[in-house]
């Protein structure tokens, strides 16, 4: 028996899930705006040839098969995981080649996860102390069948700390055969829970919630600050 055949699918129903990600980039105005996703290619082919850049903002929408896009409100923050991929930035369940939506169940694990990834983005460019990149927090609600992993014992190499070898292969095997997406254990966070899902469809009702700043001592992130309160946070 294949692995991807023994493992248990559970339905994951979450109201107000958790997703941190940089604020570098705004929302893509045509998600937003237009609310039936089959008008999309026609509308796009007719402004390529007045906006050249439209492509670099939109991404690779062929990546998205036609029947699981989504439009309308907070349409983009589900959209831009699958039209903005690349094989320099592979994730734990994906090298590069297909988008997954990674989201936590609640807010400390979101924070712990983005925490972990931004550590080694300072350390690796050897970064001055300071408050650093501004973060956005995301709500949506989940809504799929997933393939659960939350059984797997934390020894095995599809949970890795270090390497995401084991599980992006796993990650492709199972898009590969239609899967929508996984559910596991937060590595960073003990006790939380996440899920990666591999369509924008198996979520919803995505809509912006606070800004936060992260403080670098040099080593580590030590604070989180939310930007519209002022109020600063350890991170122990």
């Given at each position: 028996?294949?692995?991807?055949a023994?493992l ?5 129903s ?7 990600i940089?604020?570098?980039h ?6 937003e705006d ?9 509308l796009i ?10 492509m ?5 929408l ?9 439009g309308?409100a ?10 903005h991929?690349?094989?320099d ?9 297909f ?22 983005f300072?350390?690796?460019?050897a ?24 059984g ?10 270090q ?10 095997e199972?898009r ?16 939380g829970?996440?899920a ?12 912006q919630?606070r800004?936060?700043?992260?403080h670098?001592?040099?080593k ?10 002022k109020?600063?946070f350890?991170?122990?």
């Open positions: 028996m294949s692995l991807i023994s248990p699918k559970t339905h994951i979450w109201k107000r899930a958790v997703r941190i940089r604020s570098l705004p929302p893509i105005d045509l998600f237009i609310a039936e996703p089959s008008d999309w290619p026609l082919s007719a402004e390529q040839k007045t906006n050249p850049r439209l670099e903002t939109l991404g690779n062929d990546l998205v098969p036609s029947a699981r896009r989504v309308g907070g349409a983009s923050y589900l959209m831009a995981p699958f039209t991929v690349s094989t930035r592979p994730t734990r369940f994906s090298a590069g080649a988008g997954v939506l990674y989201v936590a169940r609640h807010f400390e694990t979101a924070l712990f996860e983005t925490i972990h990834h931004h550590e080694v300072m350390a690796s460019t970064q001055p102390p300071g408050w650093t990149s501004q973060f956005r927090e995301i709500l949506l609600d989940v809504d799929a069948t997933l393939h659960d992993l939350r797997f014992d934390a020894k095995n190499p599809v949970l890795s700390r390497s995401y070898m084991a599980s992006q292969a796993l990650g492709a199972l590969a055969a239609g899967a929508d997406g996984v559910a596991y254990p937060s590595v960073r966070h003990p006790g829970i996440c990666g899902l591999f369509y924008p469809d198996c979520a919803a009702a995505a809509t919630g800004h936060l700043d992260y670098w001592d040099g580590r992130v030590d604070f989180y600050r939310d930007a519209g309160s109020q600063v350890r991170i122990i």
